[in-house]
Each structure stands twice: as structure tokens, then as C-alpha cells.
């Protein structure tokens, strides 16, 4: 499965941006979804996962109750709203698909990766 992600911007401390990850070339609903980013000079880190169906969902503990994570599979796109943004999300987002069987949180057990989005939080 080839995925895209997009939405990224900037935007100001406290504003809203939704991203965006199209699927293609493969089923999309056998696939569990994590979103991750990378801020410069950092290790890439997990912010959010959806369960193949969407019913379930994790989160990081720096984004929980300001992202929201979702996918629509008849539309093979995953979202990333991300609300109350604060300067420190700055970072490059990705998304990142797995068929492994569970919800998982590292990194290098997603197989199939998108290029990145940039999100910029001005203070």
C-alpha cells in the first residue's frame, strides 16, 4: 500500500489543522494506522494509532485530548485533527500503516510509510 499524507501548515499556537493520509494499491482496511513525527533534532516518536475498523485508538500522552485520530476506509484516508497546537508539535508528520495484528506504538514494526507533512506552530 502506497500512502501520501497532507494538511500540514503553519498555523499559530492554539490554532487547528487536520491532516490527511491517502491510501492506494492496497486493501486500506486490513491495515492499522499510526501517525508519528519527527521535530528537528529528535527521534521520529509515535502521536496516534486507529484500529482497522476505527473503533479503537491510542495515543501519545502529549497529544491525548488535543488530537484526534480517524479513518474513513470507503474513502481509504486516515485524518490527524489536531486541535489547542502548541509550538512544541512542531515537527514533521507521517503516516505509517502495519498489517501486524495488534495496535502497536513502535515505530519499526510499520511497514509502509508516506512522505512526511510539515506542521509549524508559531508562538
Known amino acids: 500500500v502506497q500512502l501520501q499524507a497532507s494538511g500540514g501548515g503553519l498555523v499559530q499556537a492554539e490554532g487547528s489543522l487536520r491532516l490527511s493520509c491517502a491510501a492506494s494499491?492496497?486493501?486500506?482496511?486490513?491495515?492499522?494506522v499510526g501517525w508519528f513525527r519527527q521535530a528537528p533534532g529528535k527521534e521520529r516518536e509515535f502521536v496516534a494509532a486507529t484500529s482497522r475498523s476505527g473503533s479503537s485508538t491510542k495515543y501519545a500522552e502529549a497529544v491525548k485530548v488535543r488530537f484526534t485520530i480517524s479513518r474513513d476506509n470507503a474513502k481509504n484516508t486516515a485524518y490527524l485533527q489536531m486541535n489547542s497546537l502548541k509550538p512544541e508539535d512542531k515537527a514533521v508528520y507521517y503516516c505509517a500503516a502495519t498489517a501486524y495484528p495488534t495496535m502497536i506504538l513502535d515505530a519499526r514494526l510499520y511497514n509502509y510509510w508516506g512522505r512526511g507533512t510539515l506542521v509549524t506552530v508559531s508562538s
Open positions: 494499491g492496497g486493501t486500506f482496511s486490513r491495515y492499522i
